[in-house]
């Protein structure tokens, strides 16, 4: 389904670069593919109603990365949070413009957990706030220098890996809906506070 808020041609120039490999067909329920230089390649499933998938997680020994999500939309987007937690960084930087952190944990396994907004038009919570899962943070836009002028939001997942480090992790490894499988949030529903797991940082429609 290509309707009029698709990526027309992948779009021209410098952003095409970006999605060179990854030319998004349709604005909802469509995700790419990993690289070829990505070892751990999860099968995705996306609900049809799920906003798109332009870039997949990569992280390799040679230094090449990507370590987060790409997820398209238009500016102004609501971004929600993937998890209960408290925000623990708010603020603009030239690389990644208007950012988010939220820290989430520990869990029943005593890890705690990181996720990362980045390229927000518009942060709406500050260092220290409390929010609760699908709780409007942000603005998807297009801020920072390595944003593209592509209006997406770039989603990052660290995990504690010791006993004071966090590791980069692949985001799909912690859906709700279990493995691969993009979960959207839903007020209705009931989320297990023991374990983390995240739902989708937009809203699907």
């Given amino acids: 389904m290509t309707g009029s808020g698709s990526l027309s041609a992948c779009l021209a120039g410098a952003a095409s670069a970006l999605l060179a490999a990854s030319c998004v067909p349709q604005d909802h329920g469509w995700a790419s593919r990993y690289r070829p230089a990505q070892e751990l390649k999860i099968a995705v499933v996306m609900p049809p109603n799920a906003p798109s998938i332009s870039q997949q997680f990569l992280f390799t020994t040679n230094d090449a990365k990507h370590i987060g999500i790409d997820v398209i939309g238009r500016v102004g987007t609501p971004v929600i949070a993937a998890a ?68 997406h939001l770039h989603f990052e997942l660290f995990r504690q890996a010791g006993d004071e480090s966090e590791v980069s992790a692949d985001p799909h490894l912690f ?29 699907c429609r």
């Fill in 84 to 151: 209960d937690g408290r925000v623990r960084g708010s603020f603009y930087e030239p690389a990644y413009g208007h950012r988010i952190e939220i820290e989430h944990g520990p869990d029943s396994a005593g890890r705690r957990a990181v996720t990362v907004y980045k390229h927000l038009r518009e942060r709406l919570v500050g260092e220290g706030a409390l929010v609760r899962r699908g709780e409007q943070i942000a603005t998807l836009g297009t801020t920072g220098m390595l944003g593209g002028g592509i209006p």
């Fill in 175 to 203: 859906w709700a809906g279990g493995v691969g499988r993009v979960t959207c949030f839903d007020p209705a529903a009931h989320y297990d506070a023991t374990l983390f797991r995240t739902t989708y940082p937009v809203p």
